[in-house]
């Protein structure tokens, strides 16, 4: 007992035990070690006094701190001896930093708290995670079985689905076409922005959603308030266009007629010179007169065919003419068209507003003084005034053979031209509805068909046209209501201002050019669909010729209407001619026709001649005609708006190419080795690209789409710039430079010939 007594220390040794010392800073700045001028070391030195200070005031330690506290001094022997002096232990922690804030060099860098801060930290992010977790799990098992509860849409049918485009095309009636036509015709002969307006209104009222007009100011060369005339200085009898004398009555003859019996953007004038008969005014016509005769200043007696009217008047215009007189040879007509007696309007406009030749008659456009296209006096004429001024018999058929015209008198003829016309600016209004597609919404394929406010000529025409266009978008809308679109965009237009030279189609395509020659697919054209009632004539770009061919038996019911392989390639006429000449775009059109598909008829077409009310009506009582038209047109417009695949075949441009190379006027190695290995590439990419994208289990998107980029293009590749005028084509012309053959005494025009090519029609002189 006393032993443990003994062995308990008194408070004044428990005082002694418990203190400690501290290293006083100005002696430990003065010491040997230089780590403790850290101020952080000196904060953290603090901290620990403050432990040992709580650990001495637990009981059971004071034995263990003491031993540890000699211990310690013992170890540290060999040091420097520092001024010690005794602390007295605080009784709280509070205390104790109360008197070391007292201290002016009491400087605090860190809290003892952080660790338990950062714990805190770990742990509520861990709880933040999980709910998150729990949530997002939640979410997913909600949706699926609120997903497994609805029910699941109907299947798309395939865009190319034949079974949707026979809906569509039955809903195209012959007797909806005719009520349409009739209707149109119920137009007063108004202004032509009232005549767009009302056809807006009627593609509006079929449920096309996307319909707006397009005005443009362009320079129109209209008729005077006279007729032109023609008079025989030998004899002094003076004669109308039509063949009629002046000085007779007029009363029957429809006085529209007369002043329309003009060549728009004519010289302006009157012109007294000798008659020379030029025939179809040809290189080896032109050839054979001057070796004749001295043809400067004199008129031209010219017959329409073979080549375009503005490519043999700047013949003419080259070689010295003064005047042109036009008429059509009745050889080259139909037996059932008679036409003899009828004068007829032509454009000298190669296309557009002349005041802005190849930029858009916009506000703000300059506009350059362009009042006459031509120096030459054009006037077209009937065949029976093309007989009296040759001094010809009235009857040139003799037992079922037709003799072509020519002048066989030896006599010199002069006559005296007297043209007036009259230029002023006016208004056209295109009308343009957009049916936009779901899959590739920037790809377009127009349809094209045109208006005019012109009281005679191709009154019936324009409203055939519009009439079938109408029909068409009648049926697509009701297909729309339903919830079906097409994958591309489909784009309506009506023309204004085709007559005097396609105005209207190429203004709005010079606007937006780069936009269309970016994303223009195709164009399918309904200019002047019911020509005649024989011959069901479709015309193709090489790469749609395929397509053209197989679509003619989807409505055939006589089959010597619709001939299986009657696809012809010659020069399409009307509002094409900007997207085939400019923008390399495929083109396509059908068409019904009486005269036949030759080389001297190929170009009849440029003659307007005055279309009556019955007309059209007498050519199809039915609208049968018409409702083939449509639905022909249709089926090419949806197989192009639809398939995944674009429809065209570069192998049948090849062929052409190689085709036209292959004969008499081009006899070029070169030319035809290079053609063969186009037909070559065209081959192995038919097998190696198109082959493998037609096949639903082989079609990779992003393939598909960079294929039909490829086959929209191939039109572009053939694009030549500067033709010679009037070649309106899809210029896929190989052009050879050629020395004539001809005597050298003709002119220097001639003689040093640009002969054009087409890869599918030659123009060429012989």
Known sequence: MGENESSVPSPSQQDQKMAYHKVNADQRAQGHSPYLDNDELQATALELEWDMEKELEEPGFDHFRLHGAVQHHLGNSQSPDLDLEPIQPSSSPKGRFQRLQEDPDYISHCTRQAPKINCCSFFRILKLFCTALILFIFGIVVGYYACKKCPSPPPSQEPNNPHIYHEILKEIKAERIQQIYRDLLQFPREDDVDIAMKILVQWSSQGLEDVRLVN????????????????????????????QQCNKETKTLHSQDLLYSYAAYSAKGTLEAELVDVQYGTVADLIRIQAITNVTKKIALLKLGQSPLLYKLSLLEDAGFGGVLLYVDPCDLPKTTDLTDKAFMVSLNGGGDPSTPGYASIDGSYRQNRLNLTTLLVQPISAVLAKKLISLPEDTVQKDRCIPLQWSAAGKKIISLNIQSVTAYKTISNVIGYLKGTVFPDRYVIIGSHHNSLNTYSGQEWASSTAIITAFIQALTLKVKKG???DRTIVFCSWAGTLFGNIGSYEWAEDLKRVLQRNVVAYISLH??????????????PSLQQLAAESQSFKCVEKTRCPGSNVSSVQIQGDSHYFINHLGVPVMQFSYEDIKTSENSSFLSEALFPVHTTRTEELDPSFSLHETIAKLTGQVTLQIANEPVLPFNALDIALEVQNSLKGDEVDIPQLLAVASRLRDTAELFQSDEMRPANDPKERAPIRVRMLNDVLQSLEKSFLIHRAPPGL?????????TKESRRKRTAGSVINRQVFLFPFWFCYSSN
């Open 216 to 243: 443009y100011s362009v320079l129109l060369d209209l008729p005077g308030s006279s007729s032109n005339t023609i008079t025989l200085k030998n004899s002094g009898e003076c004669f109308y266009p039509s063949g």
């Open 728 to 736: 309106y084509r899809n210029k896929r012309i190989a052009v050879v």
């Open 484 to 486: 079906w679109r097409p």
């Open 528 to 541: 002047n669909p019911v020509r005649g009632n024989s011959t069901l004539h479709p015309v193709a770009s």
